[in-house]
């Protein structure tokens, strides 16, 4: 049944048994309402509360310079390697005979799985970036012997999640197995999705973040 056109709606749920075609259904649904690609979160085992803001590293050029030349020069240790295969499985690449020519750096804020393969629990971005944060200056930088003055340009700050990223672009984004998210992780959303489904005119959302013991940005529903 179509919304009334004066719904304040922006939300819609789609349920059905696992196979039935929801995501196939919710692409297509987002195609037909722009032509833009609909960006699509896979919630199962996920921390919601990053769909607001997520905690993310600026690895700073003289960090990604210092570690970049020993990696493209062979002299990155054993290891080295050894922490990066276990902790981020995906960031350096490898040639034909296993050599290491290169890293991803987004690759290494991946989530890890805290869970298991069939019931994943992936980590928030903050415990994420407090892991890479801590393996990186306490371990790598050290057996690399990188300069604590160049560690230091490796920074953290926080940015707006998908959701909020979407609702200003005025974008679709769906939320694939929402009701596989990690147990309670969406509750900062609440007010949110209070708002998303008309029921309240407006929403306000603190980012968490603290910088010199204040608050480092908020976001609040543009509905004019």
Known sequence: ???????????????????????????????????REAEV????????????????????EDFKTALTTRIRSGLLSEKSIKIFDEEFPHAL???SDNKVININWDAMTEPKNRGTKEKP?????????TRVMNILENTI???????????NTVGIRK????????????RELILDEYTKKIEGSDDSLQTVLQ???????????ENS?????????YWQSATE
């Not at 921390?47 to 600026?58: A, N, S, T």
């Not at 629990?121 to 970036?129: A, C, I, K, P």
């Not at 930088?141 to 560690?151: C, G, H, R």
């Open 141 to 151: 930088a050290k057996w690399e012997s990188i300069p604590s003055q160049t560690v």
């Open 93 to 95: 690449i490898k040639d």
């Open 209 to 217: 973040m603290k910088i010199n013991g204040r608050e480092e940005t």
């Open 41 to 60: 979160i896979d919630c199962g085992g996920r921390y919601m509360g990053d769909l607001l803001f997520e905690q993310v590293i600026d690895f700073g």
């Open 121 to 129: 629990e992936y980590e928030s971005s903050e415990e994420t970036v």
């Open 159 to 170: 940015q707006p999640g998908p959701l909020i990223r979407a609702f200003e672009e005025g």
């Open 1 to 35: 049944r179509a919304r009334p056109a004066v719904s304040n709606n922006r939300l819609m749920a789609i349920f059905g048994d696992p196979g039935s075609g929801k995501s196939h259904m919710a692409k297509l649904m987002a195609r037909m309402r722009d032509t």
């Open 195 to 205: 708002f998303l489904t008309g029921e309240i005119p407006d929403a306000v959302v």
